[in-house]
Nanobody, 115 residues
Framework: QVELVESGGGLVQAGGSLRLSCAVS????????MGWYRQAPGNQRELVAA???????NYADSVKGRFTISRDNAKNTVYLQMNSLKPEDTAVYYC?????????WGQGTRVTVSP
């Protein structure tokens, strides 16, 4: 079973930056398209950034120009660089495969952006 372990969240002021990491176990990582998702209190989980196994990226409009997704296949890790953070980015962030997530999730990493 593939294991997903997210890290890098924290408390930051608006305008600040954070870099999230997601370590993925298993030899199939290099062929997986991956995504970063987030879930704010009371909201549905949403996909905010995606990267194919070939490195093509796509972003939700709400984060375009501020977030950058990348991957290191040698380290089985996917990253999310988040700049110019806003209070509305506050959420628990998860990584998973995309477009179809695996039927289980990691523990996520909490991002809190203060005004």
């Amino acid at each position: 079973q593939v294991e997903l372990v997210e890290s890098g969240g924290g408390l930051v002021q608006a305008g600040g930056s954070l870099r999230l990491s997601c370590a993925v176990s298993g030899s199939i990582f290099s062929i997986m398209s991956m995504g970063w998702y987030r879930q704010a209190p009371g909201n549905q989980r949403e996909l905010v950034a995606a990267i194919t196994n070939g490195g093509r990226t796509n972003y939700a409009d709400s984060v375009k120009g501020r977030f950058t997704i990348s991957r290191d296949n040698a380290k089985n890790t996917v990253y999310l660089q988040m700049n110019s953070l806003k209070p509305e980015d506050t959420a628990v962030y998860y990584c998973n495969s995309q477009p179809r997530p695996l039927p289980y999730w990691g523990q996520g990493t909490r991002v809190t952006v203060s005004p």
